[in-house]
């Protein structure tokens, strides 16, 4: 088993695997991901232990109730697995019988020492190689990309270089890892680029370039599909990576048994400004400076039951977020997956593209939410 320690005496380290009961959710998330462990341990002002929490103990209570503005005081696991000092020799054995991602060492008045993380990789994560194997992947590859102008004069959004490879084959190789082998790209602009992009391609997945003679936008395409895509099949945007566990995606779409599910994004903004709330006579009731809003977002990334395919018209032009919406209002379940923000990247406009060549450039995703 690999293994790594954090210890006290290293506090900036340590400071990034403890947090308090009064942490905002979407704080404790940011400094899960910073650190890549899944976990944080949760001490009380005397640095005495109090609890954990973990990236799935924040995902099933965004799932169940939606809020991103209370504390974790309602989402902390009170009951901690830990060891003492004495029994530190017995942690690897204990993680592994327990199937823990890390371990506590505290001291006699429960105060955490060091933690011992447990970097193996897992039977679970093997067989979760496999979880897409039988599931198509569609990649909507036809828009004109305006926002990225003037890269997109030149080439089609696909296309574009991103750490010295297509945005396209970072997509399909996210899904390789998981065990993809069948995918469909829809194309249009520039198309002819695109399919001599691949035909030069030593690849070994099996790939199915479908021509849009007009233009029918990130849902459209999908009529084009009708009598090729049988069963669930994952729908993705051409300008977006998710780096997360599309097997927990499949089990929660599954389980909650969706027609769509819709892979969402927690995102912090900062207001720049003082905000001001006013009352009768424009009394002023309170000022905040600088507020945060934190709020799930759409990726642009789906996992589909064929059913929905029966609100797609026959060459209609149309976006997926209004298939959702037909399919809501007859009454298909819809549900969202979220993913932490780091586990997103857009490349949908030049700033965001920047940010993600940055990110790639120096493996930035290690682990994530």
Not at 144 to 167: D, F, N, Q, W
Not at 181 to 188: E, G, K, Q, W
Not at 231 to 239: M, Q, W
Not at 359 to 365: A, M, P
């Amino acid at each position: 088993m690999d293994v790594m320690f954090a210890i006290l005496s290293d506090e900036a380290e340590f400071n990034n695997i403890v947090g308090n009961a009064d942490m905002s959710i979407p704080d404790a998330m940011k400094k899960i991901d910073i650190t890549g462990n899944g976990i944080l341990f949760i001490q009380n002002e005397n640095r005495e232990l109090e609890g954990c929490l973990t990236d799935g103990d924040i995902r099933r209570w965004l799932i169940k109730t939606g809020e991103l503005s209370g504390k974790i005081s309602n989402i902390i696991n009170r009951s901690p697995e830990y060891l003492t000092e004495e029994c530190e020799e017995e942690a690897i054995g204990f993680m592994v019988s327990k199937n823990l991602r890390a371990i506590p060492i505290v001291d006699e008045s429960r105060r955490i020492i060091k933690v011992i993380f447990n970097r193996a990789v897992s039977n679970s994560d093997k067989k979760r190689n496999d979880s897409l194997a039988f599931i198509p992947i569609v990649i909507m590859a036809g828009g004109r990309g305006s926002r990225l102008y003037p890269y997109t004069k030149v080439l089609p959004k696909p296309l574009i270089p991103i750490c010295e490879y297509p945005i396209i084959e970072h997509i399909i190789h996210q899904f390789q890892n998981f065990g993809a082998r069948t995918f469909y790209v829809i194309v249009n602009y520039k198309k002819n680029m695109i399919r001599a992009y691949f035909a030069d391609l030593n690849h070994d997945y099996d790939l199915e370039i479908i021509d849009e003679t007009e233009e029918l936008g990130t849902g459209g395409g999908l009529s084009l599909l009708r009598n090729r895509l049988c069963s669930t099949f994952i729908l993705s945007n051409c300008d977006i990576l998710i780096r997360d566990d599309f097997a927990k995606m499949l089990d929660y779409h599954k389980n909650e048994k969706n027609k769509i599910t819709i892979i969402s994004s927690l995102k912090k903004i900062t207001i720049p400004y003082g905000v001001i709330q006013t009352g009768d006579g424009g009394s002023v009731i309170s000022m905040i400076e600088k507020p945060e809003i934190a709020y799930l977002t759409n990726t642009g990334c789906y996992i589909v039951e064929k059913e929905a395919l029966s609100k797609v018209n026959d060459n209609e032009k149309i976006g997926f977020p209004e298939i959702i919406k037909r399919c809501k209002d007859s009454g298909f379940k819809v549900g969202a997956f979220p993913v932490s923000e780091n586990a997103w990247l857009d490349m949908g406009q030049l700033d965001t593209m920047e940010d993600m060549e940055k990110r790639l450039s120096k493996s930035f995703f290690e682990h994530t939410f």
